[in-house]
């Protein structure tokens, strides 16, 4: 079991995280939410090896890393920052960062930000703006029932979403673009925490589940794509609300390749780990070369 610490960056800023292997390539992982911790990620750390140093972090805010005090300095650009301190903290020459789901907003900024310092990105899970999240939420709210939508917007009108009822429903909404395949809970998801902080500030100021009104809310990745040329991957299950946000994002960025994984929603690391960390581990032993 890797050992939990922190990394200190300029700044008086401090962020939690566990590591294996030695590298000298190094698997940097963004963990998504916005604020979640790493621990679902934490099967990524299977593929640290001699070459491959594997670091999972949790970002500003997340489990006991540095937490700034205005909810406005939680941005998608202030993430890659943390991203880029971090890589010249931990050392790292040879980085392949891989951004699971809100995650992946911040690995296509830091591509924007600081390519020459990328050897590959890995995007899963993953949309490329806010307004494809819209879409995404919109693409749930159809699939649920005429009695759920109704309740939902009764809801909404009320703003009971501190409510176990709201909460309890919009859960169901997701879940069969979010956790369709998970018949338990697994021990990782388990062991996942959410930071609510972080999540209104970034996603739902209101706690809308279905608004994206937060610090993303003009974010819009995608006009990066035509001017990424690392080699990149786009992994996605079939039934994510996010497929089709994906397939555009592998379609334009032109070094891409696509993985659709047949039986898997939104947490495809969870619904098919084999496949998820087979997937992962191809590509970066293509990009290494072994």
Not at 20 to 44: C, E, F, I, K, M
Not at 128 to 154: F, I
Not at 160 to 168: K, Q, V
Not at 217 to 246: C, M, N, T
């Amino acid at each position: 079991m890797a050992h939990v610490r922190a990394m200190s960056i300029p700044g008086g800023r401090s962020f939690e995280y566990v590591a294996q292997g030695r590298g000298p390539a190094t698997l940097l992982v963004h963990p998504g939410g916005p604020g979640l911790t790493y621990h679902y990620l934490r099967g990524l750390l299977k593929l640290a090896n001699a070459n491959l140093r594997v670091i999972l972090f949790n970002p500003r805010g997340v489990g006991r890393s540095w937490a700034p005090k205005n909810p406005r300095e939680y941005t998608i650009a202030n993430q890659a920052e943390d991203v880029e301190a971090l890589r010249r903290a931990f050392g790292i020459r040879e980085l392949h960062l891989l951004g699971y789901s809100a995650g992946g907003f911040v690995a296509l900024e830091y591509a924007h930000r600081h390519e020459n310092r990328l050897t590959s990105l890995l995007l899963c899970a993953t949309a490329g703006s806010a307004e494809e999240v819209r879409a995404a939420n919109r693409t749930m709210l159809l699939a649920a029932s005429p009695q759920q939508r109704a309740r939902l917007r009764a809801l909404t009108r009320s703003r009971a979403f501190d409510s176990l009822e709201y909460r309890t429903l919009a859960e169901r909404i997701a879940r069969p673009f979010q956790t369709r395949f998970l018949t338990d809970v697994p021990a990782d998801w388990k062991a996942t925490k959410s930071s609510p902080a972080v999540y209104q500030a970034m996603m739902t100021r209101s706690g809308d589940e279905f608004a994206v009104d937060g610090t993303i809310a003009s974010w819009d990745g995608r006009k990066y794509y035509s001017k990424i040329e690392v080699p990149s991957a786009v992994v996605v299950g079939k039934y994510d609300f996010f497929l089709e946000a994906s397939m555009e994002m592998a379609e334009r960025i032109e070094p891409a390749h696509l993985r659709v994984l047949p039986h898997s929603s939104h947490m495809e690391v969870l619904e098919q780990p084999r496949e998820f960390l087979g997937t992962v581990r191809e590509f970066l032993g293509d990009v290494t070369g072994g």
